[in-house]
């Protein structure tokens, strides 16, 4: 029987990966001892292990594909196939970034004033890289976590370290001075296993159905019943996707409209429905938008 090999990234994309998945029709089941987590599909087998690793296991064939950040395959320098982007993340749907900070109070402005200082970084290789093509002299540190608090207590001069809102350096007294990076998280395959038709197909699928249940986030369905005298008017204000779907009520002089809209529009267009003359509004969210 064919059988597709897939990492789920551990830590803290672990949650919003599961719950991607069963948005997308997949429920996987964990257990708290086990690495290896049901899912209920007989074509597929899952592992559980660390985004900075995946890339390293679908490039070597241990997995046929899995889920990690755009940045830890930069890091790896892995030779693999970027089958999707899926920008998600356990905050919020937007691509995470890596940043340069140092002490609120630093003389450290630009990249040029790092010259020979120490940073502490999880990302070396990238930060190495980053800054010999600079001609910049840097010391690269590996950091096993807690990556503010080493230049908060003057273990380095800078770090570098990932985010999305700031909120956790600014807390931290620390300040910006510039974004090396930006990083989302895709959907990655292993070459070999690429190749092959069955296992394509299958991996192809699957970044369609979790694309589709991202998109579906950011929107919403409208459904109302609008007499056939004010159809015009309601028609006009409605945004849609494509043409909103109309169909006539039984034996009434009524029709049903029904549409697929942004949701942040929703608070401001319910009440010029409702003057335009729509009633009966239902909003409903959607699993999946294909």
């Not at 890091?75 to 899926?86: F, H, K, P, R």
């Not at 609120?104 to 020979?116: A, M, N, P, R």
């Not at 991202?214 to 409208?222: H, Q, Y």
């Not at 039984?250 to 429905?273: A, C, F, G, M």
Request: glycine letters at 6%.
């Amino acid at each position: 029987m064919n059988l597709l090999k897939l990492g789920i990234p551990k830590g803290s994309l672990e949650k919003a990966t599961i719950a991607l998945f069963e948005k997308s029709g997949w429920r996987i089941k964990l257990s708290s001892r086990n690495y290896f987590p049901e899912i209920d599909d007989d074509e597929m087998s899952c592992s559980i292990c660390r985004p900075q690793e995946m890339s390293r296991y679908v490039e070597q064939g241990v997995l046929d594909a899995g889920i990690t950040g755009k940045d830890w395959i930069m890091e790896n320098d892995s030779d693999v196939v970027v089958v999707a982007d899926l920008i998600y993340s356990k905050v919020s749907n937007k691509p995470t970034r890596w940043v340069i900070a140092v002490p609120g109070d630093s003389d450290i402005k630009t990249l040029e004033d790092l010259q020979g200082k120490k940073i502490s970084t999880e990302l070396v290789n990238y930060t190495r890289k980053f800054f010999a093509e600079r001609g910049i002299k840097v010391d690269i540190e590996f950091s096993w976590g807690a990556t503010e608090a080493k230049v908060v207590s003057k273990l380095a001069d800078a770090i570098v370290e990932v985010t999305e809102t700031e909120s956790t350096i600014r807390a931290h007294g620390l300040k910006v001075i510039h974004e090396m990076m930006s990083s989302n998280t895709q959907l990655i395959a292993n070459r070999k296993a690429w190749e092959d038709p069955w296992k394509r197909e299958k991996i192809e699928n699957i970044a369609m159905l979790l694309q589709g249940a991202l998109r579906a986030d950011k929107i919403v369905g409208l459904k109302m019943n609008v007499s056939a005298e004010k159809l015009d008017t309601v028609i006009k204000i409605l945004p849609s996707m494509n043409a909103p779907t109309i169909a006539s009520l039984y034996q009434k002089n009524w029709y049903s409209v029904e549409t697929v809209i942004s949701e942040h529009q929703v608070r401001d267009l319910i009440p010029k429905l409702i003057k335009a003359g729509a009633e009966g509004i239902i909003e409903y969210s959607l699993n999946k938008v294909i």
